[in-house]
């Protein structure tokens, strides 16, 4: 077989044909041109069109390698009279309108980085890092447009830092299908108001059931706004999270008040402190034991976080409700909140598991210098986006 008949069927023509192959010293440039009188399709409609208009400049795109050397197409795009849209210039089965390589290598580069990072991921295809940024971009961009819109019902608002805690962004996830629907640029009210104006809208504002929340965050009067139908959790995920910050900020202004052989008593208690007491070595258990005789605030920070785990005991709502009224003023105004999770108990690891997997993109990646392209990496990453079909 002909390289020129082999490359014609691999790339899948039907109007055009591939006239030439020709080996430079960084491509194999393949010449492509218009087959017979074979009509060509709106590259706006699709809907074939018997006029062709006028030639346009040759342009070139940059296609996958066969072996070591990476195809290049070149040909002279038509202009086409379409009896719909006017004249517009053709539909390019191999890429995508004012793209400047292939579907099937914009595909492939933006699967690999789903799994390494830009700059991993443009070593492995010779590209650059910002050709790596567009095609991910661009690939972002057909998905959101493309991407199957379900009703949702459980959501989960969230806020994530971007470089070192200073900047943030907010995140909205479908916590039963496990998809991230958006992504926020901060975690003010007015940055994450568009996620229920634009992305949801209010029809689907009234199908959510249970919304959770991190209770130290802004985003309550959102939902009681957009979705006053739904109930609102603050997830046992974050409220462990902050009883454990609670505890280590204690231990920690403790450590600076302690003198030198009390300190060396107290060395490694973090983890003893933190861990439940049912997972501890015999060993642990004993020191643990010798330090909770001290009575330190380090200890009663202990004992309460102890006590708060209890809470995920009950089994009513009641005796949960009196154990907290008990245990903490602090959560008064949340107090709704917290109970609704003996009702639905949704959320536990799905937030924390989302939230992880943003963390390691923003780590393999070194943080993003620029909050657009953090955004895009998320939402190709968790998005579970559709990618443009190769023809
Ligand atoms: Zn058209």
């Known amino acids: 077989m002909l390289i ?6 691999q790339l899948g023509l039907k109007a055009h044909t591939v006239t030439k192959v020709e080996e430079t010293e960084k491509f194999m440039v393949v010449d492509i041109d218009r087959l017979g009188s074979r009509l060509l399709r709106c590259g706006l409609c699709r809907q074939r069109c018997r006029k062709v208009h006028s030639l346009q400049k040759p342009r070139v795109w940059r296609d996958l390698s066969m072996r070591k050397l990476p195809l290049q197409l070149r040909y002279r795009p038509r202009r086409v009279e379409c009896p719909r849209c006017g004249v517009r210039v053709e539909d390019l089965p191999w890429a995508e309108p004012w793209a400047r390589v292939t579907t099937a290598l914009s595909n492939a580069v933006a699967r690999l980085a789903r799994e390494l990072s830009w700059q991993g991921t443009a070593r492995q295809y010779g590209l650059n890092w910002k050709s790596v940024a567009t095609i991910v971009k661009r690939a972002v961009q057909y998905g959101l447009k493309h991407r199957p819109r379900p009703p949702v019902h459980v959501i989960g608002i969230d806020e994530v830092s971007r470089r070192k805690g200073q900047v943030y962004l907010t995140v909205v996830y479908d916590l039963e299908r ?45 939902v009681k706004e957009y979705a006053p139908q739904a109930q609102i959790l603050f997830d046992r995920f974050h409220i462990v999270k902050h009883l454990h910050e609670a505890v280590e900020e204690v231990r920690r202004s403790e450590m600076r008040r302690l003198s030198q052989k009390e300190k060396v008593s107290f060395k490694r208690t973090r983890w003893l402190l933190l861990k439940n007491p049912w997972n501890l070595s015999d060993d642990q258990k004993e ?29 009513q709502p009641k005796r949960a409700g009196d154990h907290l009224e008990k245990w903490m003023r602090m959560l008064r105004g949340h107090l709704d909140g917290v109970l609704s999770w003996t009702r639905h108990r949704v959320s536990n690891g799905a937030v924390e598991g989302m939230n992880n997997k943003i963390k390691s993109i923003s780590h393999r990646s070194f943080g993003f210098r620029t909050a657009q392209n953090f955004i895009a990496a998320i939402y190709h990453c968790c998005a579970k986006l559709p990618l443009p079909l190769e023809r």
């Open 4 to 9: 020129e008949t082999f490359l014609r069927k």
């Open 178 to 222: 496990r998809v991230l629907l958006w992504v926020g640029d901060d975690r003010t009210e007015e940055a994450v108001r568009p996620f229920f104006t634009k992305e949801l809208g209010r029809r689907r504002c009234h199908t959510l059931r249970v919304i959770c929340l991190d209770m130290w965050a802004a985003y309550a009067n959102l």
């Open 287 to 315: 020191r643990l034991s010798t330090l909770v005789r001290w009575n330190t605030p380090i200890v009663r920070a202990y004992y309460l976080k102890e006590a708060f785990q209890l809470f995920w005991d009950y089994q």
